[in-house]
Structure formats: structure tokens, C-alpha cells
């Protein structure tokens, strides 16, 4: 690929596939590295990590940033479209195709989507069905910092 997403191996897409949620969630550094760090060591003792598919911000306004509503829009698109380009999918949208290249390549980097190369042709694929937005309210989380008005 030419931009900076990492391809998914086949088998990962795969793994995404047999999914049908993506939670998102607002969580401290600390969190997200003592999940990782318990994710890590359950593997090391042969216990399987049963959990979905997460992402997870730093801050209410890295979500808020991240997930605005046009994003939102282009995601459900791109599900419920299915198009076969980046052309395409800007053509659904009504949007410039660099625009949409740049905010698809940007959702890819998240993992939200994946792209099937297809000859010179890349088609967005968002391989779940359901967006799980889970924003909890902790006055003691460190550095997740909420959402200024």
C-alpha cells in the first residue's frame, strides 16, 4: 500500500469478519496498557483473551474529534454501499475523493476498516455491524480528560 496503513494479513480479516461489534470506549493510558498488559499474560498461561474487538481513545475529545458525524456517515456508507473504490465510495458520499482517500486511509490506521486491493483499485470494507460507543464517566481516571463544552 502506498499510504501508511499496515495491510491485514488474510487471516486477520478473517478474525474481523467472524466479528459483528466494534466497541469504542474513552480509557486512561494506564487502563489501556494494564488491559493489554492482562491480555498479554493470559495468552502466556495458554487462558484465551475472549473479549471484542476494542478502540480506545485517550480523551472524550479524541473520540469526539475522531467520530464526528460525517465520519460516522461515510462508515455507514461504506457498510451499507459496499463500493468497490475510494472514487466510488466518494461518488455515495458527495464528498472530493482526496478528502474521503485521506479520512479512509485515517479510519484504516484506527483499524475501523480494511482495504481489499483489488489491481490499482482499493475498496473499503468496515467489517462489523455495530458500533458500541462506551463513554464512562470516572472522575478518578488520570488523563482521560472529558469533553470540554
Known sequence: MNDTTPPLHPMEREQLRAESTLIVTVKSSSEFQDDVSEGIEALKQGDGVDSPPTLSFTSYDDLMETLTPRVLDLIEAVRQEAPSSINETARIVERDVKNVHEELSRLA???IIF??????????VVWFDELVINLPFDPEAGDTAPATP
Request: charged share 45%; hydrophobic share 15%; net charge neutral.
Open 115 to 124: 482495504f481489499e486491493e483489488d489491481g490499482q483499485s482499493k475498496r473499503p
Open 109 to 111: 490506521r484506527l483499524g
